[in-house]
């Protein structure tokens, strides 16, 4: 790992290289790495960051970027001890709930699943958050803790500490300061770095694209998808990455309580909204694939169903402080105030504005709008029409539960959705649009539309 920095390296000429649009050496990304967590000041490393962010960054640079990020901190080499595990992670979007059904599905299929996982941020939710609706539930953990529940129940979900990848955490910061969070290598080093961190030998991303989605254009979703498989492979991990919809809210809910609910009812069913359990099914499929594993989606379905993995759930849950008796009825609540959106005419659902819902749970108090602000759990989107369903005047298409509503709220959610005449075509998006394997051409969809 590249860990060793010259102390001639100025930053003055690597940022005068990056500046002029030069590939920088190895040596000279380290020293921006060790710069970032030094003694660089903002200037510099936001000067790097836009510079970065405009000239771009090669394979080579964003390996070295994603590598001397990873090893600026703790590096807790979990393929070593655990080399079946696997860490799935998620670009985020509205109603995303998928890692809290993948975790305990694919433990239940034999492979362990360990990740770190991101509080929201923007219209997106974060799993740490939501899981924290479940009483007595802790995130907080260090490798030893992380491999004894990987040995005891076959699940690891923790909170990335200050000592994951310290150096993306200022630059992550600085990114949101200098308006270069999106660019594609800077994410890409970004997320990898601290997958690397951890540690785990195979890698599942679920790439969101779609209005909700941190990159909503196709072609930009694909573009990450093919940097983090072809990055991780670099890196010498397996990855896989499936281009999936975020073009409306997945699922039925979208919060924080309300989805670790639907996630338990799925659970405990063994089954639930078409599109997630496609997802979760299809993810899972991939998962065991990277690990050598036979399972394709249709056996991952009906180990949903077999009940097993509501039992890793609940086990895993308790190994990390959840209430018992609150597992065993699990209760969960409302905000008071409802806001419902009706079809204003007949026709069909054509488009739905998911970033602007994923703010309106935000606005109304289901987000964090600074570091470290509270949560309240209780803010929930029932989102009950899908794009393509035909709705007649008046129905309703989703309902807000808020703590605070005033009519631009309710004015705003309303425009939300978007009617096309009977007739017209709106046809469902595809669930998923691409599987994207390292060295590999974008493969096809591995599952079917919903309701093909
Ligand atoms: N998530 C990350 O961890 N980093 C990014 O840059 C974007 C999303």
Not at 127 to 154: F, H, N, W, Y
Not at 163 to 180: C, H, K, V
């Amino acid at each position: 790992m590249a860990t060793r920095a010259s102390t001639t390296v100025l930053p003055y000429r690597v940022l005068e290289r990056k500046r002029a649009g030069l590939p920088l050496t190895a040596e000279e990304i380290v020293a921006v790495v060790r710069g970032a967590v030094g003694s660089w000041s903002d200037g510099q490393v936001g000067a790097f960051l836009m510079a970065a962010a405009i000239r771009g960054l090669d394979a080579a640079e964003t390996r070295a970027l994603t590598e001397a990020m990873a090893a600026s901190g703790d590096l807790w080499d979990l393929h070593a001890a655990a080399p079946r595990a696997v860490d799935k992670h998620s670009t985020g979007g509205v109603g995303d709930k998928v890692s809290m059904l993948f975790a305990p599905l694919v433990a239940a299929c034999g492979l362990p699943v360990a990740k770190l996982t991101a509080r929201g941020l923007g219209h997106t939710g974060g799993t740490a958050d939501k899981l924290e609706s479940i009483p007595g539930l802790v995130l907080d953990m260090d490798r030893e803790r992380c491999l004894q529940l990987l040995a005891q129940t076959g699940i690891a979900i923790g909170v990335p500490s200050a000592r994951i990848a310290p150096a993306d955490q200022r630059l992550y910061a600085m990114r949101n300061l200098t308006a270069t969070v999106d660019s594609l290598p800077l994410v890409a080093s970004s997320i990898l770095a601290k997958k690397l961190a951890l540690g785990a030998g195979a890698l599942v991303f679920d790439v969101k694209t779609g209005d909700g989605a941190f990159f909503p254009r196709l072609e930009d979703s694909l573009a990450l998808a093919s940097l983090l498989v072809e990055t991780a492979r670099d890196l010498g991990r397996s990855a896989v990455a499936v281009v999936t919809d975020m073009s409306q809210p997945l699922g039925r809910w979208a919060g924080h309580a309300c989805e670790v609910r639907e996630v338990i009812d799925c659970l405990r069913e063994g089954d639930g909204d078409p599109r997630l359990v496609d997802l979760v099914c299809a993810l899972a499929a991939e998962a065991a694939a990277l690990a050598g594993v036979e399972l394709d989606a249709a056996a991952a379905r009906g180990k949903l169903r077999s009940g097993e993995p509501l039992e890793r759930f609940n086990r895993w849950a308790a190994a990390q402080g959840a209430d018992r008796r609150w597992l065993d009825a699990p209760r969960f609540e409302l905000a008071p105030i409802e806001i419902v959106a009706e079809a204003p005419v007949s026709g069909r659902l054509a488009a739905v504005a998911t970033r602007e819902l994923g703010m309106l749970l935000l606005e109304g108090g289901g987000g964090r709008k600074s570091a470290g602000a509270a949560i309240d759990h209780g803010v929930s989107l029932d989102y009950r029409a899908r794009i393509g369903d035909e709705v007649a005047a008046g129905q309703e298409l989703a309902r807000l539960y808020v703590r605070r509503g005033d009519e631009r709220l309710r004015e705003v959610f309303t425009r939300c959705f978007e009617i096309a005449e009977v007739g017209a075509d709106a046809l469902p998006p595809p669930l998923v649009h691409r599987v994207v394997r390292a060295g590999a051409a974008a493969a096809s969809p591995s599952v079917p539309r919903a309701g093909d």
